[in-house]
């Protein structure tokens, strides 16, 4: 979800019973951490968004640095390419604004539209891999497309302009995810690299903050200072319990995974914030599920139809 590592990496490989179960466990409990954030980031509400992002980002680097020294993730830099490093940078870039959009919107009250940004995010993700990196899409894809872009408009009609905060998480996400595919470290090195690149920024922020008298880490006591350095566990755990789960279930179980967070999202923006749902709006949250359901059983089909081929292929293979 909100900063996620490279399923590629795993190759969406599952393996024996006890893999997938406790890939399954991992990829529910990312899910769900992504999934209940949004009462943790209402917690830091008297920092300013730009505080807890950097607290995010330097804080993150910290955990995920000292891991690094531990697990050796640092090693694959040392031969990285200039043209990785830029695109490392990019995604680096794109992930911190998406960070930040997202903490903006829990913090001003907005967790539904967040909520509506990572439903939507699949079929912007399908998008830009038609348009950028020309993928021919299925009828069911296109499909899908079609009833997503139905829904924007239904929500743009109800908001009176475009859903702009959902539809900048979704795109800022899709064109990282976009930018991951061409990264060749690993999925932990590559986000301790990220966190790496943005970390000297947060810290100059923060300094600056803490002489400008506008920063909250000292003066709204330990357990608000506490909180402000959990926001780096906060953002790592679910990573690594990610790439924990892609390395061990298939992609298309994954995917079906990644709706939990948004649920639970939504629901916590009505529930707990008790943010208003107009019949229009709840229209657009309709037309954007049956988009995902179409999504999601095209999906389906067409990896059983893969798997049916390979098998076919490797049936077909004369006996060594």
Not at 67 to 86: C, I, M, S
Not at 141 to 162: M, N, R, S
Request: glycine share 12%.
């Amino acid at each position: 979800m909100e900063g996620g590592t490279r399923a590629e990496d795993s190759g969406g490989r599952g393996g024996g019973d006890g893999t997938v179960r406790s890939g399954t466990l991992f990829g529910v409990a990312a899910y769900l951490v992504w999934g209940v954030l949004p009462a943790f980031w209402a917690l830091l509400a008297a920092a300013g968004s730009l505080e807890v992002l950097a607290h995010r980002l330097l804080w993150t680097f910290v955990m995920l640095g000292g891991a690094g020294l531990v697990f050796g993730w640092w090693r694959p830099l040392r031969t990285l390419p200039p043209r990785q490093w830029a695109m490392v940078l990019g995604a680096s870039a794109l992930i911190t604004v998406n960070w930040g959009l997202y903490v903006i919107g829990v913090q001003s009250g907005q967790t539904v539209d967040v909520s509506l940004g990572y439903f939507i995010n699949p079929l912007v993700s399908v998008l830009l891999g038609m348009a950028v990196l020309r993928e021919r899409l299925r009828p069911g894809q296109w499909v899908a497309l079609a009833i997503g872009f139905c829904a924007v408009l239904v929500l743009t009609v109800d908001y009176g302009q475009p859903p702009v905060l959902a539809v900048s998480l979704a795109i800022t996400f899709g064109l990282y995810g976009l930018l991951k595919k061409t990264v060749t470290l690993g999925a932990a090195t590559s986000v301790m690299t990220e966190s790496a690149l943005m970390a000297p920024l947060a810290l100059g922020f923060l300094v600056w903050a803490q002489l400008a008298g506008v920063a909250t880490f000292v003066g709204e006591g330990v357990g608000h200072a506490l909180l402000l350095v959990l926001a780096g566990p906060a953002t790592a755990v679910p990573l690594l319990l990610f790439n924990g789960a892609a390395r061990r279930i298939p992609l298309t179980l994954l995917g079906m995974l990644q709706y939990l967070a948004p649920t639970l999202m939504l629901v916590y923006g009505l529930v707990v914030d008790g943010e208003p749902m107009s019949a229009a709006r709840w229209s657009g949250f309709g037309i954007v599920w049956l988009a995902l359901l179409v999504f999601t059983v095209d999906s389906l089909l067409s990896s059983r139809r893969t798997r049916r081929r390979n098998r076919a292929a490797t049936a077909a293979l004369p006996p060594v």
